[in-house]
C-alpha cells in the first residue's frame, strides 16, 4: 500500500475547493477523496444521506477488485468504476497511486458529465498531492496501521 503525503490543514482546503468546484459543475450529490484503502480524506457536499466512512471502504475494495479484473483480461489499467442505481449512481476514478475520487450523483445525472469534469478534478486532486509530497518526501501516513481506537499518536490538535 503506497504511504500518502502528510497533508496539512491548507491541502484539505485545496481539496475541499477542488471538490466544491466538481460538485457545482456537475450537480453530484457528494464527492470523496479516499485513499485507496478505503479512508476519507476529504468529502463535499450531502452527507446526511450516506455513511461516507463505510462508502470509502467498499468504493476501494470495488475499485481495487476492478483492478484485478483488469489483470485477468490483459488489461494493463482498468481507472475507473461506475455502478449505476434507480435513484443514485457511484463513480470512482484513480487520481494517483495514493487516492481515488468517488462520485455519488442522483441518476439523472448523466455520468458522461461526471466523467468529463472528473477528469479536470482528477488533475487538481493530484496535484495537490504532488505538492504535498514535495514539501516532505520522507514523511508520510500509511492509514492501514492506524490504530481506529486511540488515533492520538497520529492526530494532534492544532494550537490556537
Known sequence: MATLPQLIEEDVQRLNETLQQFLTQTEATSALIIDKGGFLLAHQGDASQFDLTTIGALASGAFMANQTIAGLVN???????????EKFSMFAINVDEYCLLVVIFLS??????????????????ARHMAAAQARDPGAGL?????????PQELFHKKAA
Open 75 to 85: 488489461e494493463s489499467n482498468f481507472n475507473s468504476i461506475y455502478q449505476q442505481g
Open 142 to 150: 500509511d492509514l492501514s496501521v492506524l490504530n481506529t481506537a486511540n
Open 108 to 125: 439523472q445525472v448523466g455520468v458522461g458529465v461526471v466523467k468529463f469534469y472528473a477528469a479536470a478534478a482528477v488533475k487538481q486532486i
